[in-house]
Structures are given as C-alpha cells and as structure tokens.
C-alpha cells in the first residue's frame, strides 16, 4: 500500500469495526441480489451493464480522491493482463456458476479464495504453510466436498448446482490468482486503484461478452424491485463495499479484516434461506462448519515471539 496509507494503518482497534460489518453484510445480501435479477436478466447482460456502471463510478471516486493522476508506466502492462485475461473470465465464470447453483452454496464454495491466495503466495517461497495451515487447507476442502456431494436434496437448489459449484470454484481459483499477482502493485498504488483499473480492462472481456444481451433487455419492463436489486448491486455491493472494504484494509490489521470475510458466506446462507427458500442438508451444514473453520486455521499465522 502507498506510504500515506501505512501511516495510517495502526488505529485503536475497537470491538466491532462497523464499516467492515455493514460491508460483510452486503456483500452476503449480494449472492442472493444476483440470484434475483438473474431470474430476470441474462447472466453476460446482467454483468455488462453492471461492469460499466461500476467502472465509471470506481474511476470517478478515484478522480475525486486525487488518486488518478498519480500512475506510472510499469503498472500498466500487469493491470493489463490481470485485468483482461483474469477478471474479466473470473466475473463470467462466477456470475454463470451463481446462475447455475444455489445462493448460500455458491457463497461458501467462493469463500475458498483465501485459502487458494494462501497455498499460491506459499507455493511461490514468500510464506511458509504450518501444519495448523495444512490442517485448515485439508479440512476447509473436505468440508467443500460435503457441501457440494450432500446437497442433492437441497430445498430450493437448481438440477444444475453442480455445474454451477465447479465454476463457482474455478471463479475463486483465478481471484485468488488476481490477489497474488497483484499484489505488489495493491501495495504500491493502493488496493482501490489496482481493483477500479482491474475492472475498467476486465471490462474489455465482459461488455462485449454481454453488450448484444444487456441492449436485448426490457430494463424499463423491469419491476421496482428488480430495480433496487440492480441498485443495491451496483451502489452498495459494488462501489460502496469496494471503497470501504480496502480502506479499512489500509487502517487495520489482516487478522481483523478476515474476520469478517468469514461473515460473508454466513450472511448469504442466512439470507438465502430468508428470501429464496433455501434449505441447506445437515451435511451441507456441516460441510459449511469445516469449510468456515478450515479458513480460519489456513489464514493463521504462528506467533513470533518477542525478542
């Protein structure tokens, strides 16, 4: 992150940080957001139009920060290529696997991207995986394996979750790519800025990928309560939740920030049983117990003694 930011990282930690709470209660309301207009629009359509919006919205905050003039060449090629060959396959993949499963299901199965970030950045001789880490690795992916293996008579779970649920898992293979590549330049020139120029290339993937869809749809046949779905997509999942979430990650420690990562599969599973009459198994449950615990043992870093 820029030396302004780490200058600004340690803050007086506090019981419940409400940004990062209010951004993890959003991003879990997302999945089942998604599932909503998808009823509605189709998924490459659904993902032009919001790419656009979210886009101009990122930049626009950018400018207004003073962040956007302030760039040099060598970041331009790597944002390039993690833009256009990662996230942009990365948000198709993901909102046609969303499409294709159930909402609290393809939450959990996308909150393995911490641990993938960790076994790349590991697999690279940066960081050294324990063997609390490896027992966080194995037990979060056994408990992928319940969820995806015990949810056959999931109540309100589409014939083709299991499609669905692999593309949902190849979504959160290339964000954690995404993480690890970008790394260096989110601690160079600041998350916001690598994540916004991120998406203004992977839109040169998804808007041609959806434009013929997105002009094809009756967006003024559209219900009002599609139209909030739309809205709270865009404005609050989108550059609300991204401008929040990495300007607290600039001002709080790891650790904490993951605490609430860990919230946003819980939200979504609680918010799909709510909305869309999703009744998760007893072993998907358990399934999502061990994937939940396996995340926090896998992010765990050992204590370095005091000198």
């Not at 940080?17 to 189709?42: C, E, H, Q």
């Not at 003039?69 to 060959?85: C, D, I, K, S, Y």
């Not at 299991?162 to 998350?191: H, N, P, Q, R």
Request: overall charge positive; proline content about 5%.
């Amino acid at each position: 992150m820029p030396q302004a930011d780490q200058a600004r990282s340690e803050e007086a930690p506090a019981i419940v940080d409400p940004w990062l709470a209010s951004v993890a209660l959003i991003w879990g309301g997302n999945f089942v957001t998604y599932k909503i207009l998808l009823d509605n629009i189709s998924p490459t359509g659904l993902l032009a139009a919001r790419f656009v919006i979210v886009t101009a919205l990122l930049m626009a905050i950018l400018w207004l920060t003073g962040r956007l003039r302030r760039n040099e060449p060598g970041m331009w090629l790597r944002l390039f290529l993690a833009g256009v060959l990662i996230m942009g396959v990365q948000q198709i993949m993901f909102v046609h696997g969303l499409n294709l499963t159930a909402a609290g299901e393809g939450a959990l199965l996308f909150s393995t991207a911490p641990i993938l970030t960790a076994l790349m950045v590991a697999a690279t001789g940066a960081e050294i995986i324990t063997s609390s880490n490896w027992a966080g690795v194995i037990a979060a992916f056994g408990g992928v394996a319940m969820v995806i293996l015990g949810g056959g008579a999931t109540t309100g779970a589409p014939a083709t979750r299991i499609t669905g649920d692999l593309l949902l898992l190849g979504s959160a293979f290339l964000y954690a790519l995404f993480m690890v590549l970008s790394k260096s330049l989110m601690e160079k020139y600041g998350a916001l800025k690598v994540v916004t120029f991120a998406y203004l290339f992977g839109a040169l993937v998804v808007v041609p990928a959806g434009a013929r869809e997105a002009l094809a749809t009756d967006w003024a046949g559209l219900s009002p309560g599609c139209w909030f779905c739309f809205a709270y997509l865009v404005l609050l999942a989108g550059c609300y939740g991204f401008f929040i979430w990495y300007w607290r990650i600039s001002r709080t420690s790891p650790a904490r920030v993951a605490v609430y990562q860990y919230a946003v599969p819980v939200v979504a599973m609680i918010a799909a049983a709510i909305w869309l009459g999703e009744r998760p198994t007893g072993i998907q449950l358990l399934g999502a117990a061990l994937v939940l615990s396996g995340l926090a043992l896998a992010r765990r870093r050992p204590r370095v003694p005091c000198p």
